[in-house]
């Protein structure tokens, strides 16, 4: 189906001439300072109209509008650079940047990605999707800018939830030593996807309640501005107010000369800040307050469920939801989670700022006293659950996939080398569709599975994935339960079903011919569906370590031909596993590994993306017969259909 386009009927069904006429930043500049209200109430409309047929995240934009305006119409983008952090937040910066035609084609195949992306335009300084990267890219650029002798200014855009993480002290430690031109802006909304957590979110609240600071502040400027003999002593003063009232000495402290806090809603001070603070030397960091879902009724009502939409009727709000086979595996999780703790006090449950997204909603209000959110902090967390279990608690980290990669040395020196009892629950196993590369958990197979004292478990179904959960939990020692966005197969739950042995797969299909399947997780429903054709035999693996190597030896010794297959990147992954316990076993059967190609997959729908990788059923029964057939496959002839479809990058 042809994507639509911004001039078909029930599209673009109100006229904006402003936001119409801009084409780059460069037509935003040509507008005069009083036009931009209007500019600003047309982005906004514009917004929520394409979200609203796309899907995507509406909230975090709607809350940056008039920032977004107000850079782009101060500095000189793109010579001088804007790098969001997470990039969320972004799609008012890809409408006025030469995308505003193309915002119908939001996050689906060959569409506009849903983050910041180099590749996609010049506008784009740097590619993200994960949080608190912004001052450390930025400052990267500033320096290369003063090492190549181009003058530019460098500014990140980082929220108050981003600023929890370490990366982003690191970058500011650093930044504050160097003689370059970055600007920092503090985006505090109160807001990451869930409601920040922590000592300096706290006290941002605590300040802006009051705005005691601010009019304080300005007061004292207005009283005594025609007093040049008392300058020095208001210096000195207002540096003791700042002090008692902000974090603005942490940062001043760190070599940024801090400006704000500033209402980010309105247009004048924004402009005005922002072309006072370019015209300053060295490192600012200026500190916005906008509001999250500003100019949307439902999305200010609710923030963090308008933070990711599905498509939505923008008169009501009513979200979309599309038909349900069942319950997802995050939502299993979290009813497991909550039974599992009524059983055991010692269960305690952590997660890096996703409560929502990882099923915790329904924990942390039943188990408020054993319920951790630690904010943006993935490799806190997995430390955090570390040392609880050496005191004898049983930590469960619930963390998506692409999110543990940033706490990596975490889980090998803090868990696993001290073979520390902590379960890790990780979503959004595999591809995940409109979010793309980002955040897909495409090695996590990989990554963990060289882990000496990891136990790694895919569930195929419904009821496995509470199984492993069990089985994880009753481990003492590191283990893990992957598993993908969204539903399963539809296999009902028994929640007294008993946690599985270790290392144990089973036969799920006996076939007649020479093949067998070895499935992991996600891929044994489509392996079942190939072997009607090609009446194999179909192995549902269940564990990557230790893998079941009396039914490889099994299999190994009754088919001709060993297919793996993994919704997982295959260098390394699953698949490699089984190769190498085959060499180990000394065995020599003709073995093909099926898995996601050694390249990053875009964004389309998971079936889009699948039948790319070719881990469909029809794609894995094309990758038997061809090899059935005596054809030279090889892996970049697994690429192709990826590289034709578009969705290799």
Known sequence: ?????????????????????????????????????????????????????????????????????????????????????????????KILTGRRDRMCTLRQKDGVSGFPKRCESEYDAFGVGHSSTSISAALGMALAAKQKGERRTVIAVIGDGALSAG????????????????????????MSIS????????????????????????????????????RHLVG?????????????????????????????????????????????????????VTQKGRGYEPAEGQPTTYHGVTPFDRRT????????????????????????????????????????????????????????DVGIAEQHAVTLAAGMACEGLKPVVAIYSSFLQRAYDQLIHDVALQNLDVTFAVDRGGLVGADGATHAGSFDLSFTRPIPNMVIMAPSNENECRQMLKT????????????????????????????????????????????????????????????????????????????????????????????????????????????????GLGLTPRCIQLGLPDSYIDHAQHGEQLAACGLDAAGILASVQAQLNGADWKQEDADAPMRHQGLGS
């Open 195 to 230: 409601p920040p957590v922590g000592a300096i979110s706290n006290h941002l609240a605590r300040l802006l309640s009051g705005k005691l600071y601010t009019s304080v502040r300005e007061g004292s400027k207005t009283a005594l501005a025609g007093m040049p003999q008392l």
């Open 472 to 583: 994880a939990f009753e481990y003492e020692g590191p283990a893990m339960v992957r598993y993908p966005r969204g539903g399963g197969p539809g296999i009902a739950i028994d929640p007294k079903a008993p946690a599985l042995p270790i290392g144990r797969g089973e036969i799920v299909r006996q076939g007649a011919g020479s093949v067998a399947l070895l499935a992991f997780g996600s891929m044994v429903t489509p392996a079942l569906k190939a072997a009607e054709t090609l009446n194999a035999t179909v192995a549902n693996m269940r564990f990557v370590k230790p893998l079941d190597l009396d039914l490889i030896q099994k299999l190994a010794d009754t088919h001709e031909l060993l297919v793996t297959v993994e919704e997982n990147t295959i260098a390394g992954g699953a698949g490699s596993a089984v190769a190498e316990a085959l060499a």
């Open 1 to 93: 189906m042809p994507h639509r386009t911004l001039s078909d009927p029930g599209v673009a069904s109100h006229r904006r001439p402003l936001l119409d006429s801009i084409d780059s930043p460069l037509d935003l500049r040509a507008l005069s300072e009083s036009q931009l209200p209007e500019v600003a109430s047309e982005l906004r409309s514009f917004l929520i109209e394409c979200v609203s047929q796309t899907g995507g995240h509406l909230a975090a934009g709607l809350g940056v509008v008039e920032l977004t305006l107000g850079l782009h119409y101060v500095f000189d983008t793109p010579t001088d650079r804007i790098v969001w952090d997470v990039g969320h937040q972004a799609y008012p910066h």
């Open 317 to 372: 709000g009513e979200l979309r939801k599309g038909k349900s086979n069942g319950p997802t595996y995050t939502q299993i999780f979290g009813g497991w989670l909550c039974d599992a703790a009524d059983e055991d006090p010692r269960l305690v449950g952590i997660t890096p700022a996703m409560c929502e997204g990882s099923g915790l909603t329904a924990f942390s209000k039943r188990f408020p006293d054993r319920y951790f």
């Open 236 to 288: 000195r003063w207002e540096e003791h107010v700042k002090g008692m009232l902000m974090p603005s000495t942490l940062f001043e402290e760190l070599g940024f000369n801090y400006i704000g806090p500033i209402d980010g809603h309105d247009l004048g001070s924004v402009t005005r800040t922002l072309r006072n603070i370019k015209g300053m030397p060295g490192q600012r960091l200026l500190h916005v």
């Open 167 to 190: 990366m982003a002290f690191e970058a500011l430690n650093h930044a504050g030593s160097m003689d370059i031109d970055l600007v920092v802006i503090l985006n505090d909304n109160e």
